[in-house]
């Protein structure tokens, strides 16, 4: 006799929610009831396929939040569930809702996003920021709805020329501005003044001051990659050593999947110097000799044995920039990425030295730090 289902006998919301527990460690689990109510059964159906198929747990959390809203909104525009493929006409009605002229939508109510479908998605909590959205949000959702339509082993109209057009004439009608993921980078200067505000033996300076110097050190790794560092990715290397001074100790982080890896590859970043010292001594007075490296710490003390979540990281950050004066809506725990590479350039750092730290695969991205710098202390910005 088959053993029956733990969803047995449940609505179909609440078994949604069933499955979605069985996947909890690479999904938005927080928001796991909403999920349960924007999602179909196939949806549910297709994530799991997707975390049984080895996707990484960003790329799939990613998905998931796409898949969301994108639910919602077909949801408050169409009053319907989304239909898989979707249809060339929803894809433009997509676009359409998204990509508008401010001015226009301002003396007429049917150019963009209808009022009622704003509200709706405001109110769920889909929508925060008012105004058109940036054309590379837009483009994402509809490259991540074309992937998940792939996997359901369907078509879709995501390469149709109707759609390329519609997005690029929106584009061309409302320009935005790009802005960095974070408004300023995190030098050297910088640095400075935010582990300034860590000169205590508290396990929470000893903390926040390792996960300021490893993220930045190690080539300005992503708050996702140092929330999740784990102690056995660690491996002690000898000694660094160095004229008319003491040894240096030397570590290597084993990174294993990042965004731009597939974890095939054994990639490996070095600290050397300080960065390890702080990362000994936080690991030292926390005991940690296993699993995750940077945890809560409770009220009373108590060091969490559950890794940081990757926004934490962002707000501890925040959280420093403001106790060293400086305005910490300016930052983000991106600004340590780029600051690492606009930092390397003014130092002098060859551009393929400073990659193999930061693992950038795009030579393009990398310059453009390099290339900033240059044109800002560059004799062309010094004519008069």
């Known amino acids: 006799m088959p053993k029956a289902s733990k969803s047995d006998g449940l609505s179909g919301v609440d078994r949604r929610a069933v499955e979605l527990d069985t996947i909890a460690s690479v999904l938005p689990i927080d928001r796991r009831d909403e999920l349960a109510e924007l999602l179909t059964d196939q949806d549910v159906e297709t994530l799991r396929h997707l975390v049984n198929a080895g996707m990484g747990a960003n790329t799939l959390r990613a998905l998931t939040s796409d898949l969301a809203y994108l639910e919602a909104w077909g949801l408050a525009a169409t009053g319907k569930s989304l239909p898989w493929p979707a249809p060339e006409a929803l894809l433009l009605k997509f676009v359409a809702q998204h990509l508008w002229d401010p001015e226009k939508h301002a003396t007429d109510a049917d150019h963009g996003m209808p009022a009622d479908v704003d509200e709706k998605l405001r109110r769920q909590g889909f929508l925060k920021s008012v105004g058109p959205h940036a054309p590379a949000t837009v483009r994402r959702r509809l490259a991540n709805w074309s992937t998940l339509t792939k996997w359901r082993g369907l078509d879709g109209a995501f390469t149709s020329p109707a759609l390329k057009s519609a997005i690029r004439l929106a584009i061309r009608a409302a320009p935005r501005q790009r802005l960095r993921k974070s408004a300023k ?101 926390a005991k940690i000799d296993k699993g995750s490296v940077f945890r809560g710490i409770g009220r009373w003390g108590t060091v969490s044995k559950r890794a940081l979540d990757p926004q934490s990281v962002n707000a501890i950050l925040k959280q420093r920039a403001e106790m060293a004066g400086l305005e910490p809506g300016e930052f983000s725990a991106h600004g340590l990425r780029s600051g690492y590479l606009t930092e390397a350039a003014n130092r002098g750092i060859p551009l393929p030295e400073a990659m193999e730290q930061s693992r950038h695969r795009s030579v393009q991205q990398a310059s453009s730090y390099y290339n900033n710098v240059t044109r800002r202390t560059g004799r062309a910005a010094r004519m008069l």
């Open 185 to 285: 980078a995190v030098t050297g200067d910088v640095l400075s003044k935010l582990l300034g505000t860590c000169t205590t033996d508290s396990l929470r300076d000893l903390r926040d001051r390792a996960i300021l110097m490893v993220a930045f050190a190690s080539g300005g790794r992503r708050r996702s990659e140092i929330a999740g560092l784990r102690y056995e990715q660690l491996t002690v290397e000898p000694p660094i050593l160095v004229p008319d001074g003491p040894p240096l100790p030397s570590l290597a982080i084993h990174l294993g999947r990042t965004k731009t890896g597939s974890g095939e590859k054994d990639e490996i970043v070095y600290l050397t110097g300080r960065p390890v010292e702080a990362l000994g001594a936080w690991l030292a007075a």
